[in-house]
C-alpha cells in the first residue's frame, strides 16, 4: 500500500509542508512552474535550497504582489498563515502574529463567500478544489468558535489571504499528485510559551490552532514559539488518515519542508513515501434479531446506520421463535465507531440486545483519480494488491454524460473507450 508519512516533531506549516511533499515529485521544478501559472491573484511562488544543523532541504516562499513577508514580520515559519478572522477593523495589526508590525499596503478583507470564489476561478481538478475548501472551512470554524462569531462574518487579510491560498492549494495539488493510499502523522509538536498578538498576550497553541487539533495528539516541549500555524493543522487534520508512529515501510522518497528560522532541532516537515503492507482491518460485526418491524423501519435504520459510521449494512430473512418470520440485521463497523452504532440500533430497531464478533477484514488498496474527457472529467477507483488491480469508473460521472447527451451509459462507455480517455 502507498503510504505517506509525515514526522512534525518541529511543527507543521502550509509553506513547510509543500517543501516537502516537493521534494517526493521526480521533477519538483515542473510543479512550481504549474503553482505560478495557475494565475493565484497576485502570487509568485519559488523554491529554494535550505539547510538545517547539516541537512539540505526546501525552503518556499512567497511574494503578494512582489512583496515578501519577513522574518522580523512573522517569526517562526517566515509565514503569515494564520487567516484569523477578525470581527472589527484592526488598525494594521495581525491577530496571533508573533510580532505586531505596520503594513505599507491597503488593507482588504475576504469573507469565506470571497475565497470560495478565488478558489473556483483557478484551474483545478475537482478534488483538489474540494479539498482546499474543506481545509480552509476546518480554519473558518475554528476562527469562528475562537471569536465567538457565525462563519459568515469571518474575514481574511489580503496579503496573508493570498499567500495562504498557495499554500492550501499547492499541498492539495501535491497531495492529489502523490495519490497515497494512507496518510501517517506523528504526534504534533505545538511549540510552548505565548505569542503576543493585536488582542494582546495569546497560549501556544493559538485557539484557533488548539480547536483545529482537538482529538489529535499533540506535545508543547521546551521549544518557545509557535511552531504549528492553524493553516499547517487545518492541512493534516483534513489530510491524515490516522495519527501515530510511523508504520513498518520501505520508503521509496524522502523530503525536507523547511521553516526559516534556526533552532537546535532541525526546523523542518519530513515527508517519506513509501509501501506498507497489504492492508488488513480489525472489524466488529454487531447483530440483531428482529421480528416485528416493517419493510420502511428497517429502511431508515439502515440509513441513520451509514450516516453513523456503519461500513456495511446487510439484512437476512431468518425464522425465529414461534415459527415467525423475522430479519437479522448485520452491520459491520470499525471499534470506534461501536459505541454510536449500538445506540443507533438500540433506538432505531425493536431489537432488546445486540451480539457483538471480531472480525478481520482484507481490502485492496484504494485511490481515486480523474481523467479529463470531451464531456469534462470523469473519477476513476482503482483498486490494487494481492496481485491485481482493478478500475471502474464513478456511476455519477457516467450517469452525467448519459443524461447530457442522451444517450445509455454503455454507449457513454463506449465513446469514452473509442476516443481514448479511459
Given at each position: 500500500?502507498?503510504?505517506?508519512?509525515?514526522?512534525?516533531?518541529?511543527?507543521?506549516?502550509?509553506?513547510?509542508?509543500?517543501?516537502?511533499?516537493?521534494?517526493?515529485?521526480?521533477?519538483?521544478?515542473?510543479?512550481?512552474?504549474?503553482?505560478?501559472?495557475l494565475?493565484?491573484?497576485?502570487?509568485?511562488?519559488?523554491?529554494?535550497?535550505?539547510?538545517?544543523?547539516?541537512?539540505?532541504?526546501?525552503?518556499?516562499s512567497?511574494?503578494?504582489?512582489?512583496?515578501?513577508?519577513?522574518?522580523?514580520m512573522?517569526?517562526?515559519?517566515?509565514?503569515?498563515?494564520?487567516?484569523?478572522?477578525?470581527?472589527?477593523?484592526?488598525?494594521?495589526?495581525?491577530?496571533?502574529?508573533?510580532?505586531?508590525?505596520?503594513?505599507?499596503?491597503?488593507?482588504?478583507?475576504?469573507?469565506?463567500?470571497?475565497?470560495?470564489?478565488?478558489i473556483?476561478?483557478?484551474?483545478?481538478?475537482?478534488?483538489?478544489?474540494?479539498?482546499?475548501?474543506?481545509?480552509?472551512?476546518?480554519?473558518?470554524?475554528?476562527?469562528s468558535?475562537?471569536?465567538?462569531?457565525?462563519?459568515?462574518?469571518?474575514?481574511?487579510?489580503?496579503?496573508?489571504?493570498?499567500?495562504?491560498?498557495?499554500?492550501?492549494?499547492?499541498?492539495?495539488?501535491?497531495?492529489?499528485?502523490?495519490?497515497?493510499?494512507?496518510?501517517?502523522?506523528?504526534?504534533?509538536?505545538?511549540?510552548?510559551?505565548?505569542?503576543?498578538?493585536?488582542h494582546?498576550?495569546?497560549?501556544?497553541p493559538?485557539?484557533?490552532?488548539?480547536?483545529?487539533?482537538?482529538?489529535?495528539?499533540?506535545?508543547?516541549?521546551?521549544?518557545?514559539?509557535?511552531?504549528?500555524?492553524?493553516?499547517?493543522?487545518?492541512?493534516?487534520?483534513?489530510?491524515?488518515?490516522?495519527?501515530?508512529?510511523?508504520?513498518?515501510?520501505?520508503?521509496?522518497?524522502i523530503?525536507?519542508?523547511?521553516?526559516?528560522?534556526?533552532?537546535?532541532?532541525?526546523?523542518?516537515?519530513?515527508?517519506?513515501?513509501?509501501?506498507?503492507a497489504?492492508k488488513?482491518?480489525?472489524?466488529l460485526?454487531?447483530?440483531?434479531?428482529?421480528?416485528?418491524?416493517?419493510?420502511?423501519?428497517?429502511?431508515?435504520?439502515t440509513?441513520r446506520?451509514?450516516?453513523?459510521?456503519?461500513?456495511?449494512?446487510?439484512?437476512?430473512?431468518?425464522?425465529?421463535?414461534?415459527?415467525?418470520?423475522?430479519?437479522l440485521?448485520?452491520?459491520?463497523?470499525?471499534?470506534?465507531?461501536k459505541?454510536?452504532?449500538?445506540?443507533?440500533?438500540?433506538?432505531?430497531?425493536?431489537?432488546?440486545?445486540?451480539?457483538?464478533?471480531?472480525t478481520?477484514?482484507?481490502?485492496?488498496?484504494?485511490?481515486?483519480?480523474?481523467?479529463?474527457?470531451?464531456?469534462?472529467?470523469?473519477?476513476?477507483?482503482?483498486?490494487?494488491?494481492?496481485?491485481?488491480?482493478?478500475?471502474?469508473?464513478e456511476?455519477?460521472?457516467?450517469?452525467?454524460?448519459?443524461?447530457?447527451?442522451?444517450?445509455?451509459?454503455?454507449?457513454?462507455?463506449?465513446?469514452?473507450?473509442?476516443?481514448?480517455?479511459?
Amino acid at each position: 500500500m502507498k503510504t505517506l508519512y509525515l514526522d512534525c516533531g518541529m511543527g507543521a506549516a502550509g509553506d513547510m509542508l509543500t517543501a516537502a511533499l516537493i521534494e517526493l515529485l521526480p521533477n519538483p521544478d515542473e510543479f512550481i512552474e504549474k503553482l505560478n501559472t495557475l494565475s493565484i491573484p497576485g502570487v509568485q511562488i519559488k523554491k529554494e535550497t535550505a539547510v538545517k544543523c547539516g541537512i539540505t532541504g526546501t525552503h518556499i516562499s512567497v511574494t503578494v504582489h512582489g512583496v515578501g513577508e519577513s522574518e522580523e514580520m512573522y517569526g517562526h515559519h517566515n509565514k503569515h498563515e494564520h487567516n484569523h478572522g477578525h470581527e472589527h477593523e484592526h488598525k494594521h495589526n495581525h491577530a496571533h502574529d508573533t510580532h505586531q508590525h505596520e503594513h505599507n499596503h491597503a488593507h482588504h478583507h475576504s469573507s469565506m463567500h470571497e475565497i470560495e470564489h478565488i478558489i473556483s476561478d483557478l484551474k483545478l481538478p475537482k478534488k483538489v478544489q474540494e479539498d482546499v475548501l474543506a481545509v480552509y472551512g476546518l480554519i473558518a470554524e475554528a476562527e469562528s468558535h475562537a471569536h465567538g462569531v457565525p462563519v459568515t462574518e469571518i474575514h481574511f487579510h489580503e496579503v496573508g489571504t493570498m499567500d495562504a491560498v498557495a499554500d492550501v492549494t499547492a499541498v492539495c495539488l501535491l497531495m492529489n499528485e502523490l495519490s497515497p493510499d494512507e496518510v501517517v502523522v506523528s504526534p504534533v509538536h505545538v511549540g510552548s510559551g505565548h505569542v503576543k498578538c493585536a488582542h494582546g498576550v495569546l497560549p501556544v497553541p493559538a485557539p484557533a490552532t488548539a480547536h483545529i487539533l482537538k482529538d489529535v495528539p499533540i506535545y508543547g516541549g521546551d521549544i518557545k514559539g509557535e511552531l504549528c500555524t492553524p493553516t499547517g493543522a487545518a492541512l493534516l487534520k483534513h489530510f491524515a488518515t490516522r495519527f501515530g508512529a510511523m508504520p513498518v515501510m520501505k520508503t521509496q522518497a524522502i523530503g525536507y519542508g523547511m521553516g526559516k528560522k534556526d533552532f537546535e532541532t532541525a526546523n523542518c516537515v519530513r515527508a517519506m513515501l513509501g509501501e506498507t503492507a497489504d492492508k488488513t482491518d480489525v472489524m466488529l460485526e454487531l447483530s440483531c434479531n428482529v421480528d416485528d418491524m416493517t419493510a420502511e423501519a428497517i429502511g431508515f435504520a439502515t440509513e441513520r446506520l451509514f450516516e453513523g459510521g456503519a461500513h456495511e449494512v446487510y439484512t437476512i430473512p431468518i425464522g425465529m421463535k414461534k415459527s415467525r418470520p423475522g430479519t437479522l440485521i448485520r452491520v459491520i463497523c470499525k471499534e470506534q465507531d461501536k459505541e454510536n452504532i449500538l445506540h443507533l440500533l438500540f433506538q432505531h430497531t425493536t431489537t432488546i440486545g445486540v451480539r457483538e464478533a471480531v472480525t478481520h477484514r482484507y481490502v485492496l488498496n484504494r485511490s481515486m483519480e480523474t481523467v479529463q474527457t470531451p464531456y469534462g472529467e470523469v473519477r476513476r477507483k482503482i483498486s490494487s494488491g494481492y496481485g491485481v488491480l482493478r478500475m471502474k469508473y464513478e456511476y455519477d460521472d457516467l450517469s452525467r454524460i448519459a443524461k447530457e447527451q442522451n444517450i445509455s451509459l454503455d454507449e457513454v462507455k463506449k465513446r469514452l473507450e473509442s476516443d481514448g480517455t479511459i
